[in-house]
């Protein structure tokens, strides 16, 4: 079974400029997360969506940051202008559903770099 | 609101040492609690979880008991290999949702 994918694993990109990460979950997986870890610190989620609906955005920074589910399977996390405090690591999680103790599958991440 | 505390790393320990990293949280009502594990160049993997008190999750040699009353899920195991050099996080998730509030992480490195 693969697993979480994301896309590009690495992006450099000078400050003011835009950039967008593709994240595509598991088969199935209803529930789909993107988090934000910075340099020496745990993840810290940026939104949740169950289906193509976005249940939890409270910690999205909504002035520069936005995303997409449209079909309730893959999703487009954008950041329209990126800043050098944008500098940190994208993770895309997905999940079967919302209950407690349910496991989140992690993808690999996109190091995001803001020169 | 929800917070998770790991002691501070780096942890550098021999091979056949024995582990421990604390986790400790604050939280309201009865969330469930987790340690994910970052190897080098991958992503997050659940090591183990436990859902309500008095559990104990277990996985790979690792294991760590809820504990409500000291409000902890302290990582534990008997002894480590250099494969178990990788960061690991303490994570607790919500009752009313899956948001996952994750601690700050700690560097284990274990030498051969």
């Known amino acids: 079974e693969a697993g979480v994918v994301q896309s590009p694993r690495y992006k450099i990109i000078e400050k003011k400029q835009p950039v967008a990460f593709w994240c595509n979950p598991i088969?199935?997986?209803?529930?789909l997360y993107w988090y934000r870890q910075n340099l020496g610190q745990g993840p810290e989620l940026l939104i949740r969506y169950e289906n193509e609906e976005a249940v939890d955005d409270s910690q999205l920074p909504k002035d520069r940051f936005s995303a997409e589910r449209l079909k309730g399977v893959d999703s487009t996390l954008k950041i329209q202008p990126a800043e050098l405090g944008d500098s940190a690591v994208y993770l895309c999680?997905?999940?079967?559903?919302?209950?407690?103790?349910?496991?989140?599958?992690f993808g690999p991440g996109t190091r995001l770099t803001v020169l | 609101g929800n917070s998770v505390t790991q002691m501070e790393g780096p942890v550098t320990l021999s091979e056949e040492a024995f582990l421990t990293i604390n986790c400790t949280y604050t939280?309201?009502?009865?969330?469930?609690l987790f340690w994910y594990v970052q190897y080098p160049g991958e992503g997050l993997q659940l090591l183990l979880k436990a859902t309500k008190a008095d559990d104990k999750g277990s996985n790979k040699g690792f294991e760590a008991t809820y504990r409500k009353e000291t409000t902890s899920f302290h990582l534990e195991k008997g002894s480590v290999q250099v494969s178990d050099s990788a960061v690991y996080f303490c994570?607790?998730?919500?009752?009313?949702?899956?948001?996952?509030?994750f601690g700050e992480g700690t560097q284990l490195t274990v030498n051969p």
């Open positions: 994570a607790l998730g919500g009752t009313s949702g899956s948001r996952l509030t």
């Open positions: 088969s199935g997986h209803n529930t």
């Open positions: 939280a309201t009502g009865y969330p469930s």
């Open positions: 999680a997905s999940s079967l559903d919302q209950g407690p103790g349910n496991e989140q599958f």
